[in-house]
């Protein structure tokens, strides 16, 4: 197969950018499954069934073909029975009265990981009762957080991997291709956010991402060994104003074109960009001009 040229696979064309992401993907997540692998690049590519579960089974399959060409060594083949890696969901059960005020009101609200079971299924549930985009599985690094005051739970937040291909973010930085190929993971995705349909806590939105802002770096220090020094999330113009985003600050870079992840044109919404540097020297991490850190305490 000429590696320039785009491959057919199961009635979807895969471009060269692609593949170039499938690529990445299995460098920089090497402890993966093949089905974790087939997973997460479904994830990545929005690859996915009409019900919206992602072609998983069909994506090894294609793996394995880029393997016979020579693009990419997969894992070892698991010999043990593979278990369902479905999550369940529990109902949750909304209170019967509003939670509304202002922010002085309440204890002081905080950002928790959901680190126990009892917390990841309660996060799950949440995001795929009340979102709009529901809950997916994520492979890679993220964090998914609980807002929470005292013993309230008030809504969610998620950071994970960043879009591959992203016109806008990418003039911004700076960045070439190769800069984007080694530095990636230096910026995450805020993929999901969730202030509960019940909460009407004034400013809460906007102070739970300041939140987020001052405790994410450290947070994958510690779980996964390095910091992330950039912030990027999504803002669909159909829905929303993005209002929490401006009033916390984060930088508006334009407008997508309809185009999913990966730069590939489709039927996809268009998005707002947004941005939030984690450094004030951002960008010379994400061009290579300061080696990234894995530990510090520096401060700005």
Same mark, same amino acid.
């Given at each position: 197969?000429?590696?320039?040229?785009?491959?057919?696979?199961?009635?979807?064309?895969?471009?060269?950018?692609?593949?170039?992401?499938?690529?990445?993907?299995?460098?920089?997540?090497?402890?993966?499954?093949?089905?974790?692998?087939?997973?997460?690049?479904?994830?990545?590519?929005?690859?996915?069934?009409?019900? %919206? =579960?992602? !072609?998983?089974?069909?994506?090894? $399959? #294609?793996?394995?073909?880029?393997? +016979? &060409?020579?693009?990419?060594?997969?894992?070892?083949?698991?010999?043990?029975?593979?278990?369902?890696?479905?999550?369940?969901?529990?109902?949750?059960?909304?209170?019967?009265?509003?939670?509304? %005020? =202002?922010? !002085?009101?309440?204890?002081?609200? $905080? #950002?928790?990981?959901?680190?126990? +079971? &009892?917390?990841?299924?309660?996060?799950?549930?949440?995001?795929?009762?009340?979102?709009?985009?529901?809950?997916?599985?994520?492979?890679?690094?993220?964090?998914?957080?609980?807002?929470?005051? %005292?013993?309230?739970?008030?809504?969610?937040?998620?950071?994970?991997?960043?879009?591959?291909?992203?016109?806008?973010?990418?003039?911004?930085?700076?960045?070439?291709?190769?800069?984007?190929?080694?530095?990636?993971?230096?910026?995450?995705?805020?993929?999901?956010?969730?202030?509960?349909?019940?909460?009407?806590?004034?400013?809460?939105?906007?102070?739970?991402?300041?939140?987020?802002?001052?405790?994410?770096?450290?947070?994958?220090?510690?779980?996964?060994?390095?910091?992330?020094?950039?912030?990027?999330?999504?803002?669909?113009?159909?829905?929303?104003?993005?209002?929490?985003?401006?009033?916390?600050?984060?930088?508006?870079?334009?407008?997508?074109?309809?185009?999913?992840?990966?730069?590939?044109?489709?039927?996809?919404?268009?998005?707002?960009?947004?941005?939030?540097?984690?450094?004030?020297?951002?960008?010379?991490?994400?061009?290579?001009?300061?080696?990234?850190?894995?530990?510090?305490?520096?401060?700005?």
């Amino acid at each position: 197969m000429d590696k320039e040229k785009t491959l057919k696979y199961s009635a979807r064309i895969f471009t060269p950018n692609e593949i170039e992401l499938i690529q990445w993907t299995r460098k920089q997540y090497p402890n993966l499954s093949r089905h974790e692998l087939a997973s997460t690049v479904c994830e990545l590519l929005e690859w996915t069934t009409d019900a %919206g =579960r992602p !072609k998983a089974a069909t994506c090894v $399959k #294609l793996l394995e073909e880029l393997e +016979a &060409e020579g693009f990419l060594t997969l894992p070892a083949l698991q010999t043990e029975k593979i278990t369902s890696s479905r999550k369940s969901y529990i109902q949750m059960q909304e209170p019967e009265e509003e939670i509304s %005020g =202002r922010l !002085k009101d309440y204890k002081e609200i $905080k #950002l928790v990981i959901a680190e126990t +079971a &009892e917390e990841k299924k309660r996060f799950r549930s949440y995001i795929e009762n009340y979102h709009i985009l529901g809950y997916r599985t994520t492979f890679g690094s993220r964090l998914s957080y609980l807002i929470v005051s %005292g013993k309230q739970e008030l809504g969610c937040i998620q950071f994970s991997a960043s879009a591959w291909a992203l016109k806008e973010r990418d003039a911004w930085i700076g960045w070439t291709r190769e800069d984007r190929e080694q530095r990636l993971h230096l910026v995450i995705n805020n993929s999901r956010y969730l202030i509960f349909p019940w909460v009407r806590i004034a400013n809460l939105a906007s102070h739970a991402l300041a939140l987020a802002a001052r405790q994410v770096q450290c947070d994958y220090l510690r779980i996964y060994n390095y910091e992330p020094v950039l912030l990027e999330t999504f803002v669909d113009t159909e829905r929303y104003l993005g209002t929490c985003y401006k009033a916390a600050s984060w930088i508006r870079l334009g407008t997508t074109q309809g185009r999913g992840r990966t730069g590939k044109k489709g039927d996809v919404s268009r998005k707002d960009v947004y941005m939030y540097p984690l450094r004030r020297d951002f960008r010379k991490y994400l061009t290579g001009e300061k080696a990234y850190r894995r530990n510090t305490n520096d401060e700005f």
